[in-house]
């Protein structure tokens, strides 16, 4: 069974930084391109970002570029995201998911992470809060 599990969230001041990761089991996890979205309280899933299968190409949402940088490591099956210049909106549960970028008309339209994504992690929480 695919198996993704997160860690590293927590409780982080405005402007401050955090080191998102995710491990990967159950499945060929250099063969896939990996993504991380997240749902803030009250708002709709958001895609946040997706990383190519050999890690050479990265694509990010507006509202998080320039501020958040996707990697992974084939050799540990770990993909990671590192959070920089943190803001109170950036206050979500963050989700690992297996999979390239949605459509915007897809995560517009979605409901649920499982209409995005065809695996995803139970979540790590991130709060940006003074």
């Known amino acids: 069974d695919v198996q993704l599990v997160e860690s590293g969230g927590g409780l982080v001041q405005p402007g401050g930084s955090l080191r998102l990761s995710c491990t990967a089991a159950?499945?060929?996890?250099?063969?896939?391109?990996m993504s991380w979205a997240r749902r803030a309280p009250g708002k709709r899933l958001e895609w946040v970002s997706t990383?190519?299968?050999?890690?050479?190409?990265?694509d990010y949402s507006d509202s998080v570029k320039g501020r958040f940088t996707i990697s992974r490591d084939n050799n540990e099956n770990t993909l990671y995201l590192q959070l920089d210049s943190l803001v109170m909106d950036d206050t979500a549960i963050y989700y690992c998911?297996?999979?390239?970028?949605?459509?915007?008309?897809?995560?517009?339209?979605?409901?649920?992470?499982?209409?995005?994504?065809?695996?995803w992690g139970l979540g790590t929480q991130v709060t940006v809060s003074s």
């Open positions: 998911a297996q999979g390239g970028k949605p459509s915007s008309w897809d995560v517009q339209h979605a409901t649920d992470i499982s209409q995005l994504f065809s695996a």
């Open positions: 990383i190519s299968d050999n890690g050479r190409w990265s």
């Open positions: 159950g499945f060929a996890f250099r063969f896939y391109a």
